[in-house]
């Protein structure tokens, strides 16, 4: 049955609030916030940049939210307008007051914080359980999507294997620094957690759910996904199966672009010059040709 997400308390929520205003401060570039109304709730919306480009939309995973992406924001602002969005019924600022019944709710959803702030067509970008929020946007809101990226799109484009599946459950009932340092360490080598990133993923933690978990897209869809679509893996992920992943997709999408870098799930923090570049090149080759005398 379709839920509402929310803190498990009062108390959780100013929590994660006190920790969420403290990696606000992480954001590198000028940013304008906005809280756009929706049929499912106001949905929070940092915005950056400038540009003629096609705007680029934000999609965090399952423990981020807009501030997921201080690190590499700069970069992807290049001649475009970002917009991080704090997704509807995840941890963040945007607060759910309607169930998302189906998968096709989340269409509707963006498309209607699109309307809210006035734009007409972007890219999308997703990460982690992002992806497949991105993916969805792909789904049922095509013609509002120019393309769409997926950073580690664990259980969307291939199963997420059941012993990953396992460890992640297990690891996430362990909420002491220790369990979060061994978790690291298998899920996202490489890559060091800030203290105030640590303790808002934590305080995410008191937040019940409503944001739907990935499914494995069926065959028809995959040959019927419209926008452009970039894949980037991690080679040693232990959640998305790369190969099999670029396997699928050469078979059922034949127009994607997979590109598999060196590191695991957490490969944009790993190789983020690498993976930044990467996106902001595709989304160039996808922005509208510009008019001659423009």
Do not use: C
Request: a negative charge; glycine letters at 12%; proline letters at 6%.
């Amino acid at each position: 049955m379709a839920r509402i997400g929310k803190f498990k308390s009062d108390e959780a929520r100013e929590a994660y609030l006190r920790t969420y205003e403290a990696m606000a401060e992480l954001w590198p570039v000028p940013a304008e916030l906005a809280d756009v109304p929706t049929s499912f709730g106001p949905t929070h919306v940092r915005r950056s940049g400038s540009g003629d480009g096609v705007p680029l939309v934000l999609l965090a995973g399952v423990l981020g939210s807009s501030l997921h992406w201080h690190a590499v924001v700069e970069g992807l602002a290049q001649g475009r307008t970002v917009h991080a969005f704090d997704t509807i019924g995840a941890a963040g600022r945007s607060v759910q007051t309607a169930p998302l019944a189906g998968d096709a709710d989340y269409g509707v959803w963006f498309a209607e914080v699109l309307d809210g702030l006035g734009l007409d067509r972007v890219h999308v970008l997703g990460e982690s359980s992002g992806a497949w929020h991105a993916t969805l946007a792909g789904l049922y809101a095509a013609d509002r999507v120019a393309s769409v990226t997926l950073i580690e799109p664990n259980g969307v484009i291939t199963r997420i294997p059941w012993r990953a599946l396992l460890k992640v459950v297990r690891f996430g009932g362990d909420t002491t620094d220790e369990g979060w340092r061994r978790m690291g360490e298998w899920l996202t080598p490489g890559v060091t957690m800030t203290d105030v990133e640590r303790a808002t993923a934590k305080a995410s933690q008191r937040y019940r759910l409503a944001a739907g978990w990935a499914r494995p897209l069926k065959d028809a869809e995959l040959e019927s996904f419209a926008p452009p679509l970039l894949a980037i893996y991690g080679g040693e992920s232990v959640v998305s199966e790369p190969a099999a992943g670029k396997r699928r997709l050469a078979e059922r999408l034949p127009s994607a672009e997979v590109e598999i870098y060196p590191g695991g799930h957490g490969v944009r923090g790993q190789v983020p010059d690498q993976v930044t570049a990467r996106v902001v090149d595709f989304l160039a080759r996808h922005d509208p040709a510009v008019r001659p005398g423009r």
